[in-house]
């Protein structure tokens, strides 16, 4: 099994930066990739950004391209989303998710492992 944590999430004003954080513990060579999913309430969720875990291959939701960062740490098993210039749109639910196939990234339904989601609150 594979446990995921997020933290980092808060409440910040428009145009302001968040650093969120997903540590991976248990059995993690079985990661292919990672991804952060998002979900407001009365949405469904939806795909932020992905990288593959070996390769480093990056994929990005056209919302939060050239804003967002992913990035990761094979040695700490850590993924990051760097948030930059955010907009009240942005505020949800953010999960982090591993994937042990290959795949298009971008679906929730490829995804096993999530883990239990941290607030992201962008006020006006």
């Known amino acids: 099994q594979v446990q995921l944590a997020e933290s980092g999430g808060g409440l910040v004003q428009a145009g302001d930066s968040l650093r969120l954080s997903c540590t991976a513990s248990?059995?993690?060579?079985?990661?292919?990739?990672m991804a952060w999913f998002r979900q407001s309430p009365g949405k469904v969720r939806e795909f932020v950004a992905a990288?593959?875990?070996?390769?480093?291959?990056?994929y990005y939701a056209d919302s939060v391209e050239g804003r967002f960062t992913i990035s990761k740490d094979n040695f700490k098993n850590t993924l990051t989303l760097q948030m930059n210039s955010l907009k009240p749109e942005d505020t949800a639910i953010y999960y982090c998710?591993?994937?042990?196939?290959?795949?298009?990234?971008?679906?929730?339904?490829?995804?096993?492992?999530w883990g239990q989601g941290t607030q992201v609150t962008v006020s006006s």
């Open positions: 998710a591993s994937t042990p196939t290959r795949g298009r990234y971008t679906s929730e339904y490829e995804y096993d492992h």
């Open positions: 990288i593959t875990w070996i390769a480093g291959r990056i």
């Open positions: 248990g059995r993690t060579l079985t990661h292919y990739a």
